[in-house]
């Protein structure tokens, strides 16, 4: 147990830095490939659609996969494992959210924008003033679904060989011959999770007058 808290305690560090730059990265990507997805002109809308369409139809699993060893065979570059897990994780969440954040766009009336039109606002002041507070609020049940998620798939970054908390769980259960390390790196997670739902439920209450 000595030995055993310390490495899971590095490798849950390793986790929460993949998970806080992952989102850091993919939520506001996600806002400019929605409004791509959404846009009139078939040259934004299109690629959108495709991206969209290639990383939701693929596993994550993959995407790690791809992402850090296709430099390499396609431009005979590479880069460390790190920074290919971010890469691959944000992209993939950025796509996930930018469909949770078309839906709440979506789900607004138009009667909002021409209203704010005829009070002389511009566009762009009435998404930020208007439209975004009302899409936040509709969107956060969902987006706390999808970080929920995020905090379980840091787990895959494994795959590429980054230490993370799963992956120091496995090695100390290999040294063990003991299921326990599993366990308690399910305790993490659990905690993990736990915390991103009280976060989520408090943003929730916050926003309760956009009812």
């Given at each position: 147990m000595e030995t055993l808290l310390p490495a899971?305690?590095?490798?849950?560090g390793t986790s929460l830095v993949v998970f806080f730059l992952t989102l850091l990265i993919s939520v506001p990507l996600g806002l400019p490939v929605a409004a791509a997805r959404m846009s009139a002109k078939w040259y934004l809308r299109i690629p959108a659609?495709?991206?969209i369409l290639i990383i939701r139809g693929t596993?994550?699993?993959?995407?790690?996969?791809?992402?850090?060893?296709a430099p390499y065979y396609i431009f005979h570059a590479s880069y460390d494992r790190f920074t290919a897990a971010i890469i691959a994780m944000s992209l993939n969440y950025a796509a996930y959210f930018a469909e949770i954040y078309r839906g709440g766009i979506e789900s607004i009336a138009k009667g909002q924008y021409e209203a704010a039109k005829v009070l002389g606002f511009t566009r762009m002041q009435t998404f930020f003033t208007i439209i975004l507070p009302q899409v936040v609020k509709r969107i956060l049940p969902a987006m706390g679904n999808e970080v929920i998620t995020l905090v379980k798939d840091t787990a895959l970054?494994?795959?590429?060989g980054v230490g993370e908390l799963f992956l120091a769980a496995q090695n100390?259960?290999?040294?063990?011959?003991?299921?326990?390390p599993i366990f308690i790196a399910g305790v993490f997670y659990f905690v993990m999770?736990?915390?991103?739902?009280?976060?989520f439920s408090r943003l929730e209450r916050k926003l309760d007058y956009y009812r």
């Open positions: 899971l305690l590095e490798g849950a659609k495709v991206f596993p994550l699993i993959l995407q790690l996969i791809f992402v850090y060893f970054v494994q795959t590429i100390a259960a290999s040294r063990q011959f003991s299921t326990v999770n736990w915390a991103v739902s009280l976060l």
